[in-house]
């Protein structure tokens, strides 16, 4: 509760919104013991009284009654009916949506045809036919109001629990043996409450706003009896000639909805899970960099040189070291593989070198990261974009998630080399022909009109390479993109890349967890661990002899057809929390090669010829190769 409070006080207008309506309902639950006159007391020789006049703060209305304590006791009132009918009408609909979306089938059709009826008439039109039918009353607008919302909160439940109904959890539930009454309380509802909570924020001020309309109408809150609606009816025929009386109560349900808005806004985010990791607003076009040190100079050792590259995640007051000073290069029709654990810092080094590293809530601290000698940390925007695909392009891994559904890969992939050079329609066409058949993708000229999902995961991801080919880059960054992948089209999208790095004299920075990948395409390999490179090296040195403990026993975690048998290894414990990292190596705690001396101070990245290791005491050669 404290983290979504704080998390919500970052939005300055739901804070705002929420503070104004906090204010407001402090006062309505006040107004029975404030020191107010009687709101229905009549005096006509004080009628039309202006603002601020003695005895009366807001002045009096056509019948000489207090605006300020009608205003007070109506806006109790009207308060009290929208919240009464959004509970109402979130209570019914979720029940219907859930029993619609959970049973499916004929129930659903059946319930769901229903609420289609109610949505086809206006609601203000079926709110007035509910009051005319049941008479007029303050009570009858609140049952009106709550029906007419019934069909918004049944359809949006409705929608959530399909998806919800179908999962994993759901089925062993059932498997489990639950009732469909004990899997709808335990299972789907609690999945559903928070949305039931952001559709409330953001109806209630709607609802009152439809209770204040049908009493403007005469329909709702009767004389004597004063809402925000029927004050504003009573005024409306002095609106010329006294317009305090309409302006007063005009403006309580201007600030009593927008403050309910501002604050439904702020509550449907600070409850997206998707939202909690960093900010409410949304990312840069780059990652914000806030280097306290200078930049290190280009060496000239390859096209793409990375030098102490250092990434941070302030969340909150947490502060999460992804990346803690990596230095790489590539050269012109290299290969370099990176590989590592889950967490240990590869994708975000390689998404921080483009700016594509999410901010907030993203920071580059330090480093650099220099192509062709010229540095892309802190480059202008309009540099980077510029850059982004036609010198540096990236595969991602789920081509899936990263190519639009709602378009062709044909148009895609023109859109891709638009962005950097005009090109007409028939020359797009024929160029991303000539991409898909160099990506081997059969019947390219009919497959150029395929969507995405018509396509199998191999074939997308051909066409993220394609994608990535389309505007003949130098570097070529791909992540994991055969992760997902069986392993016949796993070799076959490896020798395409192996055959377009050659062809086309391309560098390549190849992200993967499989040292069978690298063997096969990797001139040389990058080990992370905890945001740091702890060995690099010509790939066959590393495979035959690692010198540090963590690569030699992620490679004995790796069964080898036809070594005959041997024990697999297995790697103890957990990587450490970024934001936490221990004091010397970050592997000590897992390694039993350790000692006292490993947990003091910075243990530098010790090269000896093209080995590099990061390690006091590393494997030998004769231990690596037994």
């Given at each position: 509760m404290t983290a979504f409070l704080r998390l919500l006080a970052r939005n300055r207008l739901a804070l705002a919104g929420g503070v104004v309506l906090s204010v407001v309902v402090l006062l309505a639950l006040l107004t029975p013991i404030l020191p107010l006159a009687e709101p229905d007391v009549t005096n006509t020789s004080?009628?039309?009284?202006?603002?601020?006049?003695?005895?009366?703060?807001?002045?009096?209305?056509?019948?000489?009654?207090?605006?300020?304590?009608?205003?007070?006791?109506?806006?109790?009132?009207?308060?009290?009916?929208?919240?009464?009918?959004?509970?109402?009408?979130?209570?019914?609909?979720?029940?219907?949506?859930?029993?619609?979306?959970?049973?499916?089938?004929?129930?659903?059709?059946?319930?769901?045809?229903?609420?289609?009826?109610?949505?086809?008439?206006?609601?203000?039109?079926?709110?007035?036919?509910?009051?005319?039918?049941?008479?007029?009353?303050?009570?009858?607008?609140?049952?009106?109001?709550?029906?007419?919302?019934?069909?918004?909160?049944?359809?949006?439940?409705?929608?959530?629990?399909?998806?919800?109904?179908?999962?994993?959890?759901?089925?062993?539930?059932?498997?489990a043996g639950l009732s469909n009454r004990q899997i709808i309380l335990s299972e789907i509802l609690p999945n559903v409450i928070p949305v039931i909570v952001i559709a409330m924020s953001t109806t209630i001020g709607w609802m009152i706003l439809e209770t204040a309309g049908l009493s403007f109408l005469g329909l709702g809150s009767q004389p004597p009896q004063a809402d925000l609606g029927s004050m504003l009816g009573e005024a409306r025929s002095a609106l010329i000639t006294n317009p305090h009386t309409?302006?007063?109560?005009?403006?309580?349900?201007?600030?009593?909805?927008?403050?309910?808005?501002?604050?439904?806004?702020?509550?449907?985010?600070?409850?997206?899970?998707?939202?909690?990791?960093?900010?409410?607003?949304r990312p840069m076009a780059a990652t914000r960099v806030d280097r306290r040190a200078t930049p290190p100079a280009p060496t000239g050792k390859g096209l793409l040189e990375v030098g102490g590259l250092e990434t941070q995640f302030h969340v909150k007051n947490r502060v999460y070291r992804a990346v803690g000073g990596v230095d790489l290069h590539v050269e012109k029709g290299e290969c370099l593989g990176i590989i590592g654990e889950s967490g240990s810092g590869k994708s975000v080094t390689a998404l921080s070198i483009m700016g594509l590293v999410a901010s907030p809530p993203g920071v580059i601290t330090g480093g650099a990261a220099h192509y062709d000698g010229e540095d892309l940390i802190g480059a202008p925007y309009r540099r980077l974009r510029d850059m982004r695909g036609r010198n540096v392009a990236y595969i991602f891994q789920d081509p899936l998630a990263t190519l639009h559904p709602l378009y062709r890969v044909g148009d895609q992939l023109i859109e891709a080399i638009?962005?950097?050079?005009?090109?007409?329609?028939?020359?797009?066409?024929?160029?991303?022909?000539?991409?898909?058949?160099?990506?081997?993708?059969?019947?390219?000229?009919?497959?150029?009109?395929?969507?995405?999902?018509?396509?199998?995961?191999?074939?997308?991801?051909?066409?993220?390479?394609?994608?990535?080919?389309?505007?003949?880059?130098?570097?070529?960054?791909?992540?994991?993109?055969?992760?997902?992948?069986?392993?016949?089209?796993?070799?076959?999208?490896?020798?395409?890349?192996?055959?377009?790095?050659?062809?086309?004299?391309?560098?390549?920075?190849?992200?993967?967890?499989d040292f069978g990948v690298v063997a096969q395409l990797c001139d040389r390999v990058a080990v992370m661990y905890a945001g740091r490179i702890v060995e690099e090296g010509v790939t066959g040195d590393i495979l035959r002899a690692p010198r540090h403990p963590y690569t030699a026993r992620l490679m004995a975690c790796v069964p080898e057809l036809g070594a005959g048998k041997r024990r697999l290894e297995a790697i103890p414990g957990l990587p450490p929390a970024v934001d936490r990292l221990p004091a010397g190596c970050a592997f000590a705690d897992r390694c039993d090669r350790a000692r006292e001396e490993c947990r003091k101070g910075d243990i530098p990245l010790a090269r000896d010829g093209t080995h590099a290791v990061r390690c006091l005491y590393p494997v030998d050669t004769r231990e690596a190769a037994e």
């Open positions: 004080n009628r039309f009284r202006p603002p601020f006049s003695e005895g009366a703060l807001l002045g009096t209305d056509h019948l000489g009654r207090d605006l300020l304590s009608r205003l007070m006791w109506g806006t109790r009132l009207s308060l009290a009916v929208g919240f009464a009918a959004a509970i109402i009408a979130a209570t019914i609909g979720a029940a219907i949506g859930i029993v619609a979306g959970y049973y499916g089938g004929r129930t659903d059709n059946i319930i769901m045809r229903g609420v289609d009826m109610l949505m086809a008439f206006p609601y203000i039109l079926l709110a007035l036919a509910i009051v005319a039918a049941l008479g007029p009353g303050l009570f009858n607008a609140l049952i009106a109001v709550a029906a007419v919302n019934v069909p918004f909160f049944a359809r949006n439940i409705r929608g959530i629990t399909v998806s919800i109904a179908n999962k994993e959890f759901v089925d062993a539930a059932r498997l309409s302006i007063v109560p005009g403006l309580m349900i201007l600030l009593i909805v927008m403050s309910i808005n501002l604050l439904g806004d702020g509550v449907r985010d600070a409850l997206d899970p998707r939202l909690k990791s960093g900010a409410l607003s638009r962005a950097h050079r005009p090109i007409g329609r028939d020359e797009g066409r024929a160029k991303a022909i000539d991409l898909l058949k160099a990506v081997r993708i059969p019947n390219a000229e009919k497959r150029i009109t395929d969507y995405p999902h018509e396509m199998s995961g191999g074939m997308r991801q051909r066409v993220g390479i394609a994608m990535a080919l389309a505007n003949d880059p130098d570097i070529i960054i791909a992540d994991e993109p055969t992760t997902a992948l069986d392993v016949t089209v796993q070799a076959q999208v490896l020798t395409i890349l192996d055959d377009l790095r050659r062809s086309r004299g391309l560098a390549i920075v190849f992200i993967t967890h």
